[in-house]
């Protein structure tokens, strides 16, 4: 099992940037790719970045690159999402995952990740 807790959502105003964190805990040597994903009302879950834990490939979303950037902090077990230039449209709750060896094949897609985080909300007003 690996457990995974969100932190650093909060509320600002467009343009502004975030960091959201992601510690992960327990078999955490199974991973091999975690993910930031992203969930509005009403709309589907969007995987908008991951990263492979062992040569750290690094995959986004269209509609965030160059906005957002996964990085990893393995001797802390923590995954990191840098954001800039937020948009109203970035609000949303954002689920930090990981998986197994096949979520490296489709990374951006919610399926193949094993475990999931709780939450951290993001609202951005214009």
């Known amino acids: 099992q690996v457990q995974l807790v969100e932190s650093g959502g909060g509320s600002v105003q467009a343009g502004g940037s975030l960091r959201l964190s992601c510690a992960a805990s327990?078999?955490?040597?199974?991973?091999?790719?975690m993910g930031w994903f992203r969930q509005a009302p009403g709309k589907e879950r969007e995987g908008v970045a991951a990263?492979?834990?062992?040569?750290?490939?690094?995959y986004y979303a269209d509609s965030v690159k160059g906005r957002f950037t996964i990085s990893q902090d393995n001797a802390k077990n923590t995954l990191y999402l840098q954001i800039h230039s937020l948009k109203p449209e970035d609000t949303a709750s954002y689920y930090c995952a990981a998986g197994g060896s096949y979520s490296v094949e489709y990374p951006l897609e919610a399926y193949v990740y094993n475990y999931w985080g709780q939450g951290t909300q993001v609202t951005v007003s214009s």
């Open positions: 990263i492979s834990t062992g040569g750290g490939s690094t």
């Open positions: 327990g078999y955490t040597y199974s991973t091999s790719c």
